[in-house]
């Protein structure tokens, strides 16, 4: 299989690029991150350096491929540049893979767009409370993305697929929270949590078995799916990092209405992934045991880093 991946030069593009091309797919890579000229070309592997508001580069990346994986976003929280850049590059790809018949299209979005949890566990049907999100400028836009990859499916018969999953990982896990609060590990400070709250975590393996799970799947057309690997409380995480980095860091668990600290800490994203399992056959590849094992040495990895930079 001919596959696109778009914003294909981050960690989570360059996962995919390894997992794909061991099982023989042909990757072409569009990405306007500098990373994308370190990416080693090959018999599979081929990148193009631009951007997608470029409309003839992403006519030209699209031509010839048989799906495209849509990654790319600035992240931005400007309105001009998320309804200006983002969306219109989100536009090109919709738009060129129409005109080349791509036969799968994949747009990975993301939990923010249910804006906050009123229902547990969080499925497929929960309300997206745009307004209500921590960033709702970014929930917007994702979502605005999805919807127009649904009209596409609608009026142009692509064949769209929207992912959503709260966080992602493989060798190693990011995100200021979590450095801070290995930062604060790493000197001993107290730990302060939020009760039950944590998130579903998603090993880049299972992402990209899920990918191609929704590529090879005619019904997975015109559908929305959670992703999800395993659930972790902010208060496992600290206990793993307290382990990690041998420190006596005391644990705090504050009561949710009590908290005055971040706000990504205070929720609680318990993605139900049963549609996906339903539907496509998807199930996470691990035992929660040996994810959980695996989200250890990716935190371990984030830690060395976090002390590094310490120095």
């Known amino acids: 299989m001919n596959i696109l991946i778009a914003g294909g030069a981050g960690e989570v593009g360059q996962h995919l690029i390894r997992d794909f091309t061991r099982l023989g797919h042909r990757v072409r890579v569009l990405d306007r991150s500098e990373r994308t000229k370190a990416i080693q070309p090959s018999d599979l592997v081929t990148s193009l350096h631009g951007d997608l508001a470029d409309a003839k580069l992403v006519n030209d990346a699209v031509s010839g491929v048989d799906a495209v994986i849509h990654l790319a976003w600035s992240f931005a929280d400007d309105a001009r540049v998320i309804f200006g850049d983002d969306i219109q590059g989100h536009v090109n790809l919709l738009e060129s893979s129409c005109s080349h018949n791509v036969q799968r299209f994949i747009y990975t979005s993301t939990a923010t767009v249910y804006g906050r949890a009123v229902q547990h566990p969080v499925t497929e049907d929960h309300p997206c409370l745009i307004t209500e999100a921590r960033k709702p400028l970014y929930a917007l836009g994702k979502y605005t993305a999805e919807e127009i990859c649904q009209y ?5 018969g692509l064949a769209a697929t929207v992912l959503r999953f709260w966080w992602a990982f493989g060798a190693t896990i990011g995100g200021s929270n979590l450095r801070d609060l290995v930062r604060k590990a790493i000197y001993h400070q107290p730990l302060e949590m939020v009760v039950d709250a944590g998130g579903a975590f998603l090993t880049m393996a299972d992402l990209g078995r899920a990918i191609l799970l929704a590529i090879s799947n005619p019904a997975a057309a015109g559908r929305v799916y959670n992703l999800g690997s395993l659930f972790l409380s902010w208060r496992q995480i600290g206990d793993i ?12 668990m504050i009561p949710a209405r009590e908290w005055r600290g971040a706000a990504f800490l205070n929720e609680v994203w318990d993605l139900d992934w049963t549609r996906a399992n339903r539907e496509l056959g ?5 035992s929660a045991e040996a994810m959980q094992a695996s989200f250890a040495e990716a935190l371990r990895s984030c830690i060395a880093q976090v002390q590094a930079e310490a120095k």
């Open 152 to 156: 596409y499916f609608k009026a142009r």
């Open 241 to 252: 990092m307290i382990r990690l980095t041998g420190s006596k860091s005391e644990t705090r």
């Open 282 to 286: 998807y199930v996470p590849a691990e």
